[in-house]
């Protein structure tokens, strides 16, 4: 009997999630940074660093089995420190743009920092991305982030502290779990904003995708929603039958014009704040499956339009145009300014919580 009960433990220990943790280097003030590697029964692995809370490799299978890294990202932490379109990294306090960079709240108006042409872009210059988590290293091998964004940070109210969990399950799933609280009415909108290419090499114009949105939010020049809530039949923008990402993105259409591409955000199609499916991205020639779980209302499908090739990545690999797609769950851009969206309020005493999933499968040979 005994016997039979190590064995189980060691099965446990062995075949279960794990977690390892390394020194990532220093920030440029000092601060030391850490990085995480999280492994499943499978052997699926995701490494994270507590600076920006960054999703630094993520290595899934392709259809023969084989492990490859599906996100692009650097080898070490310079990189990061380095200007960047926010690689693998956990976004806030309000992720995509805050439109003329302010916002009544209460009564009172809010600058926050322009950093985007006239607009703010992912919580400004120093964003969530930016700044080093304090972790902790979960017993059932999740690592949980925390921050506290204190009261005026980038102009926002409010002292916000913020948890971010992920986990790596042993359905091939990156769970993330997000919490905030705070202390005087603010605005929150999180998201990871981690660049995917299945293939793990060259353009996601190839990518098939489907996304469960029956409407998009158009934008204005400075890539802010005009207000609309947009139908999506009989435009590029409609992905709810699986098409190829490249198929229709040279169209001539305003939208993808403004965009430079793909660039926006869709209104997912569900009820409420259930956990439902919001996007599945096939890739036929790794056979790479990536489903996008989400409790959030929206989603911004980002093809790597501003991606220029200056950037050298992981491996010395240069990220071209369009070499990484984005599916960032959220809440619709510049909702502080539009009231008719879904509300980015929070106050005292509520708690904000939200579910995102990035689920591999593997397509059948
Ligand atoms: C935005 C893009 C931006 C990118 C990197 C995305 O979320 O929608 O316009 O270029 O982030 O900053």
Known sequence: ??????????????????????????????????????????????????Y?????????????????DVVLGFDSIDGYLNENPYFGALIGRYANRIGHAQFTLDGVLYKVPKNDGDNSLHGGTRGFDKVVWTAREMKDGGLELSYLSKDGEEGYPGNCKVT?????????????????????????????????????????????????????TPVDGGLIPTGELKPVTGTPFDFRKATGVGR?????????????????????????????????????????????????PGIQFYTGNFLDGTIQGKGGRVYARRSALCLETQHFPDSPNKP???????????????TTIYKFVRSPL
């Open 248 to 296: 229709r993105i040279e169209q001539n259409d305003e939208q993808l014009k403004l965009g430079k591409g793909y660039d926006h955000n869709w209104v997912l199609n569900k009820k409420g704040a259930e956990l439902s499916l919001a996007a599945r991205v096939e890739e036929p020639e790794s056979g790479r499956v990536m489903e996008v779980w989400t409790t959030q």
């Open 340 to 354: 008719k969206f879904p509300s980015t309020v929070l106050k005292p005493g509520m708690a904000f919580k939200s």
């Open 164 to 216: 971010v969990i992920y986990h790596l399950t042993d359905l091939n799933e990156l769970k993330i779990e997000y919490a905030a609280t705070t202390d005087k009415d603010t605005v929150v909108n999180l998201t990871n904003h981690s660049y995917f290419n299945l293939k793990g090499g060259g353009d996601i114009l190839g990518h098939i995708l489907t996304l469960n949105a029956d409407r998009f």
């Open 52 to 68: 920006g809370g960054r999703v630094v490799s993520l290595k899934v299978p392709d259809k023969k089995g084989a492990l490859g």
């Open 1 to 50: 009997m005994d016997k039979i009960w190590v064995a189980f433990a060691l099965m446990a220990t062995v075949q279960g999630a794990k977690l390892v943790s390394g020194d990532f280097g220093k920030t440029r003030e000092g601060a030391p940074v850490r990085i995480y590697t999280l492994t499943n029964k499978h052997g699926v692995e995701a490494t994270i660093t507590n």
